[in-house]
């Protein structure tokens, strides 16, 4: 064994499980890994051990602990405003502390079953004036924060990583179309304005296709995927793409209009948000297809990698988000790696 030291970042969906191993010294090296697509969750152990033990023999290292990335219909988002006067000295650390605390527990104390994720301070208003980030040196009367709380691992890691990257300004919501849920992440400039789940994905386009066509949803599946993938194979198969598009599409924009709805009402600002959409569901489409779907909003499709995906998860670690709060967990009774591991799928 050899002392390098490297992380490790799942990102388990439905559908498929994407990973990818850092090393912490020297960033351009790193091994990447990825599942065939499933539908069924059975064999799931066995396909992050395979994983696991590439990665391993990649970085000839003992892997015994990950950094797991997970998107659930059960996730939740809560925003909370807490504030707290002052004598007029110097703001510090502590004081902000003392109100993110405060936010938590009542959290905690409402919402017994969810787990917190991530806590992200959208804005400190230190004597009725407003910051998107925590001044220096700074003497005050009053400090309110306002706080939004995501509960269970979700999109949201990507969608940090993919703002930055595309340098993408203004009202901008990421639609996460993943296999039975949509995730919807919503900012204004560098401010998380909400976030939001639908139980809807691209796995009800493959439903709608079996039951239209009357296949089985192995065969709706697969023609789905033909769809952009392999048009000139559905002609082979005497398959109408015409009728086929007409199914997908239908469904598609469902889903955007559904989107649509929850970003106006869960965003205060007033004017439309441009959307981009990604995730696994939303490859049957790209941008040559965007002016034949009827839907008003501006919309965007972006082409995700293994490496985006994995990398994500590697720069919100990093702290590079200077709105995340850092939660410092309980001490907890140790498990097993593959112990710990599953609880999150059960």
Known sequence: MNSKNFQTF???????????????DNEKEAFYAESEFFTNQSNLEL?????????EKDTDEYIDNINLMLDSPKMLSISISVSKKLDGSKLKQPHVQFLVQEAKQQILKYYTDYNISHIIINNYKIDDVDYSYLPDE?????ISLDILFICLPSGYAKSINYKENLNLVGNISFIDVGFNKTSIISYSNDKILSLDILPIGGNHITKDISQILKIN?????????????????LNE?????????KIIFARTEEILELC???IKSNSLIPGNFKMVLMGEGSKILDNKYKDEISFTNNIDF?????????????????GLNKQE????????IKLGFFEKLFHFFK
Do not use: Y
């Open 260 to 262: 649509s709805k929850s």
């Open 10 to 24: 799942f990102e388990c969906g439905s559908s498929k499980i994407r990973a990818g191993v850092f090393n912490r």
């Open 325 to 332: 709060v850092v939660v410092v967990p309980k001490n907890q």
């Open 237 to 245: 198969k005497d398959i109408s793409i015409e009728t086929l598009q």
């Open 138 to 142: 700074i003497k005050c009367h009053s």
């Open 217 to 233: 949803l192995e065969q709706s599946e697969q023609m789905k995927r033909n769809f952009v993938q392999n048009p000139k194979l």
């Open 47 to 55: 396909k992050i051990e395979e994983i696991i033990m590439s990665f």
């Open 302 to 318: 972006l082409e995700e990698t293994l490496e985006n995906i994995c990398q994500s998860g590697l720069k919100l670690g990093m």
